[in-house]
């Protein structure tokens, strides 16, 4: 199979792999520097190309999603801890009265 086939990996992990892309796109990495980092991210997950199917392979590790989605882009960056304290405060608030 040569480098950068996509046909072992599952459908699922296609998807997740676009919707990656896209997230680095919105915050202004190029199309192929999104889309290497989207595999990247896909491979750490899941350990690469597999096949679904009951019983086969690993549980997946989401801790690089969860730190993708922490760091924030450069917005969050610019803004003061003052800032993104309030508006951490607001949204609790805001969730608190609608009893989520």
């Known amino acids: 199979m040569p480098r950068g ?3 072992s990996y ?4 296609k998807r ?3 919707h990656i892309e896209e ?3 919105d915050r202004g990495v190029g199309r192929q520097e999104a889309e290497r980092r989207a595999w ?3 491979n750490k997950e899941s350990g690469g ?3 679904s199917g ?3 392979g690993k549980a997946e590790n989401h801790e690089s999603s969860r730190k993708g989605g922490r760091k924030g882009g450069s917005v969050s960056s610019s803004r003061s801890a003052e800032d993104r304290s309030a508006a ?3 949204g609790w608030e805001t969730r608190r009265k609608q009893g989520a």
Not at 10 to 13: F, I, L, S, V
């Open 40 to 42: 990247a991210t896909v």
């Open 16 to 18: 997740k792999a676009e």
């Open 10 to 13: 599952t459908d699922k992990q």
């Open 54 to 56: 009951s019983g086969r």
């Open 5 to 7: 086939d996509k046909s």
């Open 88 to 90: 951490a405060k607001k």
């Open 49 to 51: 190309g597999k096949k």
């Open 23 to 25: 997230g680095y796109e």
